[in-house]
T-cell receptor, first 115, second 111 residues
């Protein structure tokens, strides 16, 4: 199984809503990532979890709250978002340690629209 | 923060032709990776080239790396309509867990 599964595929939420994005992998990877991608732009790193601990936060606003309940799951909790947060949110995973000798595996993303 | 700059931003060719995309970056790297993205969905890893390597092949893909010029190129030979996608280079610095993407090249292969 070389898949990273993200749910839901599409999400529309109001600015006062609370929602969560979910990501799951069963490749035994111990590093997991959240990226944000706006239309016609490259993915931008948001968070990195390594061995279930948050290792990198790229100065992301607190309305985005990541969680890694176990080595297979990664969540992104959303609260009080703005319309400009509408984007494709991508989850990725890789073998533990670093990306020195290995690639990242990406999910198909959640397309988020904030209204 | 973005590391790589791809060139060209968009490329349109006929099926059977070769496609060359270039990537430049700014800092020293451990490796450089190329990814492909179809229609704004997930990214698929194509090839990884380490900083001590100069050229790598995988099927119809050929990647070169020039660390003195801080640049890389991706060549797709005998292109097919199914190669239509956006292609991104991404760099890894040192022992980092950060994969930083360039701006990407949108490739269109016309049948």
């Amino acid at each position: 199984d070389t898949e990273v599964t993200q749910t839901p595929k599409h999400l529309v939420m109001g600015m006062t809503n609370k929602k969560s994005l979910k990501c799951e992998q069963h490749m035994g990877h111990r590093a997991m990532y959240w990226y944000k991608q706006k239309a016609k732009k490259p993915p931008e790193l948001m968070f990195v979890y390594s061995y279930e601990k948050l290792s990198i936060n790229e100065s992301v606003p607190s309305r985005f709250s990541p969680e890694c309940p176990n080595s297979s799951l990664l969540n992104l909790h959303l609260h009080a978002l703005q319309p400009e947060d509408s984007a494709l949110y991508l989850c990725a995973s890789s073998q533990a340690g670093s990306l020195m000798n290995t690639e990242a595996f990406f999910g198909q993303g959640t397309r988020l629209t904030v209204v | 923060s973005q590391q790589g700059e791809e060139d060209p931003q968009a490329l349109s060719i006929q099926e059977g032709e070769n496609a060359t995309m270039n990537c430049s970056y700014k800092t020293s790297i451990n490796n450089l990776q190329w990814y492909r993205q179809n229609s704004g969905r997930g990214l698929v890893h194509l090839i990884l080239i380490r900083s001590n390597e100069r050229e790598k092949h995988s099927g119809r893909l050929r990647v070169t790396l020039d660390t003195s010029k801080k640049s890389s190129s991706l060549l797709i030979t005998a292109s097919r309509a199914a190669d239509t996608a956006s292609y991104f280079c991404a760099t890894v610095q040192g022992g980092s867990e950060k994969l930083v993407f360039g701006k990407g090249t949108k490739l269109t292969v016309n049948p």
